[in-house]
């Protein structure tokens, strides 16, 4: 089973930007799927990006769409999240999400992944 790490969460002002990386590990991500969601405080977990196998086909948030690309590196295991122009309602856990031989769409639906444990994005106002 695959091992995800989150990484470069931290407090940004609004407007700032921001990488996170996860750091997969125990198994290729090269055939999965992958995603980021993210939880605020007191609401649930939602989609905000999501990567095919081989990069070609993107999703994402309607809310983070033109500010956040999502983008992977097969051969460092790895997948990253770049958010620009950070608002304060981005402010989120963010976890990174794994479907093996899974496609766009199943991470989009949110079901059967793997995650990571999180790491905490702060944007002041």
């Known amino acids: 089973q695959v091992q995800l790490v989150e990484s470069g969460g931290g407090l940004v002002q609004s407007g700032g930007s921001l990488r996170l990386s996860c750091a997969a590990s125990?198994?290729?991500?090269?055939?999965?799927?992958m995603g980021w969601f993210r939880q605020a405080p007191g609401e649930e977990r939602d989609f905000v990006a999501a990567?095919?196998?081989?990069?070609?086909?993107?999703d994402y948030a309607d809310a983070v769409k033109g500010r956040f690309t999502i983008s992977r590196d097969n051969a460092k295991n790895t997948v990253y999240l770049q958010m620009n122009n950070l608002k304060p309602e981005d402010t989120a856990v963010y976890y990174c999400?794994?479907?093996?031989?899974?496609?766009?769409?199943?991470?989009?639906?949110?079901?059967?992944?793997?995650w990571g444990k999180g790491t905490l994005v702060t944007v002041s106002s």
């Open positions: 999400a794994a479907h093996p031989w899974g496609t766009v769409a199943q991470i989009v639906v949110g079901t059967g992944l793997s």
């Open positions: 125990g198994r290729t991500i090269s055939n999965a799927a």
């Open positions: 990567i095919s196998w081989t990069g070609s086909n993107t």
